[in-house]
């Protein structure tokens, strides 16, 4: 699926849309790109993506440790989770909860 020499900001604008967000910076890093999916149907066409342009991906959810840990070698692009934040599942009876990635612990 790889376009080439084209950038990969220019292929991801073009495969994913507004889901692309402004890049961040991970720390000891440059900035990287960021693809928010809206569901998890975009996740898995993303994952596909980058499987085939042999990205190494890294989920962020919101984020907010992005700047104090340091990046894995050779990442190429960050997940943002927080849309698929959904609460699946709740059993009251055992306390258990299941969620989409991008749900706060709050």
């Given at each position: 699926?790889?376009?080439?020499?084209?950038?990969?900001?220019e292929?991801?604008?073009?495969?994913?849309?507004?889901?692309?967000?402004?890049?961040?910076a991970?720390?000891?890093?440059?900035?990287l790109?960021?693809?928010?999916?809206?569901d998890?149907?975009?996740l898995?066409?993303?994952f596909?993506f980058?499987?085939?342009?042999?990205?190494r991906?890294?989920p962020?959810?919101?984020?907010?440790?992005?700047?104090?840990?340091?990046?894995?070698a050779?990442?190429?692009?960050?997940v943002?989770?927080?849309?698929?934040?959904e609460?699946?599942?709740?059993?009251?009876g055992?306390?258990?909860?299941?969620?989409?990635?991008?749900?706060?612990?709050?």
């Amino acid at each position: 699926m790889s376009i080439g020499t084209q950038p990969l900001a220019e292929r991801l604008a073009a495969s994913f849309g507004d889901q692309v967000r402004t890049p961040r910076a991970v720390a000891g890093g440059a900035p990287l790109p960021v693809v928010r999916p809206p569901d998890e149907a975009a996740l898995g066409e993303l994952f596909a993506f980058g499987r085939a342009e042999g990205l190494r991906l890294l989920p962020i959810g919101a984020g907010t440790k992005i700047d104090r840990t340091p990046a894995p070698a050779g990442l190429d692009l960050l997940v943002d989770t927080r849309a698929l934040a959904e609460v699946i599942a709740f059993e009251p009876g055992d306390g258990t909860l299941t969620a989409g990635g991008g749900a706060p612990m709050d």
